[in-house]
């Protein structure tokens, strides 16, 4: 069983900053590809961004490439979201989620919530106009 605890919301004004945590625990963290999904108010689950087993090889939902940067510490077990030049549109509950990887899927970067088996309890992100 893999637990993910996110951190790092708040609240921030447009244009603004805000870099999220996910600390893993409970299996071997290089094993796990690793995303972030979001949530709005009224509004159905979607893909952020997700990050391999290979650190290198990431993925991003169209509306936030060019703002957002997911990464991940191996020795720190936790991913990031670094996300820049926020919009109110970007106000949400974000998710971190996790899935064991296959030997040899290395490059795997889920992006439906249905790839994945393990998350987060949510955090807030609130961007102000």
């Known amino acids: 069983q893999v637990q993910l605890v996110e951190s790092g919301g708040g609240l921030v004004q447009a244009g603004g900053s805000l870099r999220l945590s996910c600390l893993a625990s409970?299996?071997?963290?290089?094993?796990?590809?690793l995303g972030w999904f979001r949530q709005a108010p009224g509004k159905e689950r979607e893909f952020v961004a997700a990050v391999a087993w290979i650190a290198t090889n990431t993925y991003y939902a169209d509306s936030v490439k060019g703002r957002f940067t997911i990464s991940r510490d191996n020795a720190k077990n936790t991913v990031y979201l670094q996300m820049n030049n926020l919009k109110p549109e970007d106000t949400a509950v974000y998710f971190c989620?996790?899935?064991?990887?296959?030997?040899?899927?290395?490059?795997?970067?889920?992006?439906?919530?249905?790839?994945?088996?393990?998350w987060g309890q949510g955090t807030q992100v609130t961007v102000s106009s």
């Open positions: 989620a996790a899935i064991e990887v296959q030997t040899g899927s290395y490059y795997y970067t889920p992006s439906s919530g249905n790839e994945y088996n393990h």
């Open positions: 409970g299996r071997a963290f290089i094993t796990l590809a």
